[in-house]
């Protein structure tokens, strides 16, 4: 769930207005755009991912996350380098050459290409 937009990085694009699914977002004439619908959102994380400023952190929870949670402090996330970590992880952030920097090296295949047991959900 959208847990920052952090208003000294974002520049007023609107991008995350355009491509939020839910329309989370309300854009705001002159300013940056407001949260305005927290509840609708449903994590997918396009608003980080598009977000050039690297200014949005989505929280990989689908609930928000509680007054006092680290994972709601802009500052603290912005000091740990994890806001428009989404944009990261799939290789759209400033300074990242590639996706597949991200990805688990062959030698972790095993790990992630074991087939499912019998029976279980896919």
Known sequence: MIEVLDPVRCTSCNICVRVCPTNVFDAVEGDIPVIARHSDCQTCFQCEAWCPADAIFVS??????PDGSPLRDGEALAARNLLGLYRDRVGWRRGTTSASENLP???????WATPLPEGAPR
Not at 60 to 65: C, F, I, L, N, Q
Not at 105 to 111: E, K, N, Q
């Open 105 to 111: 090296s062959t030698d972790d295949y095993h790990v």
């Open 60 to 65: 990989p929870s689908r609930t928000p996350e």
